[in-house]
Nanobody, 124 residues
Framework: VQLQASGGGLVQPGDSLRLSCAAS????????IGWFRQAPGKEREGVSC?????????DYLDSVKGRFTVTRDNAKNSVYLQMNSLKPDDTAVYYC?????????????????WGQGTQVTVSS
């Protein structure tokens, strides 16, 4: 199983970024995908997730609700995290993770497969 996160970069407060997570080696259609982030000196926290149901149920960390949107494209084995109105507090390494779950989870312990992370830095 491989998960490849990409799309990070250095942006200014208020800017947008779109992260991508490309998966291979698993039946992607049946896996929930989570986005997590870890800032220096802090615990890794769940940011968003999307499950594999027809309704594509999602969940978000309270601090990103209304700013971040997670979507998935099963035809491309990919999940995207659109991040708008970025703040300095969003600065972190962002990871995607996969697990076959009945409902997606923001708990890192729920996921077995992890990507390598992509750096997002929000600074003026």
């Amino acid at each position: 199983v491989q998960l490849q996160a990409s799309g990070g970069g250095l942006v200014q407060p208020g800017d947008s970024l779109r992260l991508s997570c490309a998966a291979s080696g698993l039946p992607f259609d049946f896996y929930a995908i989570g986005w997590f982030r870890q800032a220096p000196g802090k615990e890794r926290e769940g940011v968003s997730c999307v499950d594999w149901s027809f309704d594509r149920d999602t969940d978000y960390l309270d601090s990103v609700k209304g700013r971040f949107t997670v979507t998935r494209d099963n035809a491309k084995n990919s999940v995207y995290l659109q991040m708008n109105s970025l703040k300095p507090d969003d600065t972190a390494v962002y990871y995607c993770a996969a697990q076959r779950l009945s409902r997606c989870s923001l708990q890192r312990e729920s996921y077995s497969y992890w990507g390598q992370g992509t750096q997002v830095t929000v600074s003026s």
